[in-house]
């Protein structure tokens, strides 16, 4: 998974037996993109604060579904509802125009990927890594398929630098171009950088992190922003994690993730 660069300098032509070498030029710069598989997942929330809409507040950054408070107007996108066009604006600039509502920040859902890779893999480790990456796509499309509005937040070099909304296909493929083309962290999962971040976000109801490796400490500080749920892919760390956490982990192992995760419990 991720963005792979190619550059030939020089290449060279030999025969089918072997006799001959010519050299050739042939200057080449490409790159091409390896996807991770969307295996099936069935997520449900046990733990789920519910917005309460006549005494929400509103986060001026981000957009949402609630209709009654509009973010924003755009250009309509493929995925978008036709309820959310705006005729006036459309009949107007004779283009589709939709309104993006507000979102409660009582009932924001964050979704993060924390897989970490390290310089000296095995082909154990690498496996883990590749399916928690599937299922935390799989994990992003169960919750679209629920109508559960998440943000994404993307992480580059082990920080969070970005979040992206999904709420509709669109923006779930927009996500998963983002998210292969950023650099994975080698060693921490959440950073100093990532609890500023959060601690900036307001009434975080949920938060997720698909992961390959526990780090007790950190989840621990996580916890704080909102109800955490931590799903890790084959980590053989799990079981030392005692039970007073104040975050549920749920493992799962990396053959489940090759073709579907029935009833997660988040």
């Not at 309509?76 to 979102?103: N, P």
């Not at 993730?257 to 988040?266: D, I, Q, Y």
């Amino acid at each position: 998974m991720g963005l792979i660069s190619i550059t030939l300098k020089k290449a060279t032509l030999i025969d089918a037996i072997g006799l001959s070498r010519s050299p050739l030029s042939c200057a080449f710069e490409g790159s091409y993109a390896v996807y991770p598989s969307i295996p099936r997942v069935d997520t449900y929330f046990d733990r789920m604060a519910q917005s309460e809409l006549s005494n929400a507040s509103y986060d001026q950054s981000m957009k949402g579904r609630d209709e009654s408070e509009v973010f924003d107007l755009r250009e309509f996108r493929r995925g978008d509802a036709m309820r959310t066009v705006h005729w006036k604006r459309t009949a107007r600039f004779d283009e589709l125009v939709v309104r993006e509502a507000s979102r409660p920040v009582d009932s924001r859902t964050v979704l993060i990927f924390g897989g970490i890779t390290g310089a000296n893999e095995s082909e154990e480790a690498k496996a883990e890594l590749n399916s928690a990456a599937s299922l935390f796509v799989g994990t992003s499309q169960s919750l679209l398929r629920q109508g559960v509005v998440h943000t994404v937040l993307h992480k580059a070099n082990g920080i969070i630098i970005d979040a992206r909304p999904v709420e509709n296909e669109g923006d779930f493929n927009t996500m998963i171009d983002e998210f292969i083309a950023l650099p994975l962290p080698s060693d921490v999962v959440i950073s100093a950088e990532d609890e500023k971040r959060l601690s900036s976000m307001q009434q975080l109801s949920k938060i997720i992190l698909v992961t390959n490796f526990l780090q007790n400490a950190e989840l621990e500080r996580l916890g704080v922003y909102g109800d955490l749920s931590v799903v890790v892919v084959g980590a053989r760390n799990v079981t030392a994690f005692s039970e007073k956490r104040l975050y549920r982990v749920i493992a799962v192992s990396v053959d489940s993730v090759g073709a579907s995760v029935k009833n997660m419990e988040l």
